[in-house]
């Protein structure tokens, strides 16, 4: 399993930025998918955004669409969600994740066998 680490949540105001950084250590990093999964109090991971091993055709939840995005990179073992626009409804606990059971991007939590310690986003309106 991979071991992650996010950072860069924070207090913003609404419309504003920030980018979420995921750094991996571990067996080959390239070998994951790779998810961000926001979490509210009491309820489900979620999924807002995925990427693929080499990093094309990433996948964003429609929620997020035009505001999220991920990226990775294979050289630095990370992967990044930058996320413009901020509304306070994306306030969670945002989660790396890990996914070794495939090729493609999955959406379901349970498919990812590595998850980071999260880090607290929160934006007020």
């Known amino acids: 399993q991979l071991q992650l680490v996010e950072s860069g949540g924070g207090l913003v105001q609404a419309g504003g930025s920030l980018r979420l950084s995921c750094a991996a250590s571990g067996p080959t990093f390239s070998s994951y998918t790779m998810g961000w999964f926001p979490q509210a109090p009491g309820k489900e991971r979620a999924f807002v955004a995925g990427i693929s091993r080499s990093g094309v055709g990433p996948s964003h939840a429609d929620s997020v669409k035009g505001r999220f995005t991920i990226s990775r990179d294979n050289a630095k073992n990370t992967v990044d969600l930058q996320m413009n626009s901020l509304k306070s409804e994306d306030t969670d606990v945002y989660y790396c994740?890990?996914?070794?059971?495939?090729?493609?991007?999955?959406?379901?939590?349970?498919?990812?066998?590595?998850w980071g310690q999260g880090t607290q986003v929160t934006v007020s309106s």
């Open positions: 994740a890990a996914d070794m059971s495939g090729w493609r991007i999955s959406r379901r939590g349970a498919d990812f066998g590595s």
